[in-house]
């Protein structure tokens, strides 16, 4: 099993910004990629933005330009800096890992941390 520990959200305004972590622990193979989605109240659960191992990033359309997900293989974690936050970005975040076992991949997801953008 891998288990996720997300860190770093909190209470910001408008226009500010955040920095999100996430360690990997445990039985892990080899971790392919993570990536970060949030969901907001009502809403459904949403693509923020993933990373290879190779440093390959792919991000959501409504936080291209904002976000940057960056990535420590050698620490397992990887990282979201969140910049020019918006109300709309009001959410809790999760982390997802998909770790390479032989087989197949398994997909582990963390707790999530919330993120509240708000004057």
């Known amino acids: 099993q891998v288990q996720l520990v997300e860190s770093g959200g909190g209470l910001v305004q408008p226009g500010g910004s955040l920095r999100l972590s996430c360690a990997a622990s445990?039985?892990?193979?080899?971790?392919?990629?993570m990536g970060w989605y949030r969901q907001a109240p009502g809403k459904e659960r949403e693509l923020v933005a993933t990373?290879?191992?190779?440093?390959?990033?792919n991000y959501g359309e409504s936080v291209k330009g904002r976000f940057t997900i960056s990535r420590d293989n050698a620490k397992n974690t990887v990282y979201l800096q969140m910049n020019s936050l918006k109300s709309e970005d009001t959410a809790v975040y999760y982390c997802?890992?998909?770790?390479?076992?032989?087989?197949?991949?398994?997909?582990?997801w963390g707790q999530g941390t919330q993120v509240t953008v708000s004057s």
């Open positions: 990373i290879t191992s190779g440093g390959t990033t």
């Open positions: 997802k890992c998909n770790d390479y076992r032989g087989p197949g991949v398994k997909e582990y």
């Open positions: 445990g039985s892990i193979f080899t971790i392919l990629a």
